[in-house]
């Protein structure tokens, strides 16, 4: 049974683009996959504390040397890393907040991005160890960054990109909805990406048969 762990992270709850299209790859990822499951982390409604010194100082402790605070400092950690250990697919709806991810995001990955469990390094650098992995992004941005002067200033899928490749994870494709803030723009771009996504969908199924 194949696994999908939704992140959502807008702060929208209603009216969220991002959440929409999200909508639209989770109908289709369960077309796909019938006796699938989803796994839902919706990070507006589920406070991911940022990291505190207390949880880093458990990171860098030896498991054999781990005190009663270690582990409670660290059991938010253990438990969001074994939840995507679990799954096959990662599907991350992001906004864009002041050219990059939303703080909220950024506290997720702070948590699951740790060494010895999910990238470790030797001599030859850096490694990802969640292997067999396939990231899904969806991400909304107000103004037009493609193409334009403004591309330079998004941070939000560069880093995406890399701090999943960091733990092992590859993305595969990238859904973005731009111009979201102009009406003239938002239901046309809208439909593009919609119909992006289920042809990817479509694609993958004629290539399975």
Known sequence: MRRLLRIDCSSRI???HSR???DCFEKNWEKANPNGEVVYLDLAKKQIPHIQNQTIEGFYTPIEQFSLENKKATALSDKLIEELRLVDDVLISS???????????????????RVGHT????????????KNKSAFLVTVKGG??????????????????????????KTQEIFSLEGSSNAKLLEH??????????QSFKKQNNDLK
């Open 119 to 130: 990238f470790n390094v030797n001599e030859n650098g850096y490694y990802g160890l969640l």
């Open 189 to 198: 771009n809208k439909i593009i990406v919609q119909n992006s996504i289920d």
């Open 95 to 113: 906004p864009l907040y002041n050219l990059n991810i939303p703080s909220n995001l950024k506290a997720y990955l702070d948590h699951v991005v």
């Open 14 to 16: 209603i009216g969220s």
């Open 144 to 169: 037009t960054y493609k193409g334009t002067f403004m591309e330079q200033y998004d941070f939000q899928e560069p880093y995406l990109v890399a701090i999943l490749g960091h733990m092992g994870i």
């Open 20 to 22: 929409a299209l999200a």
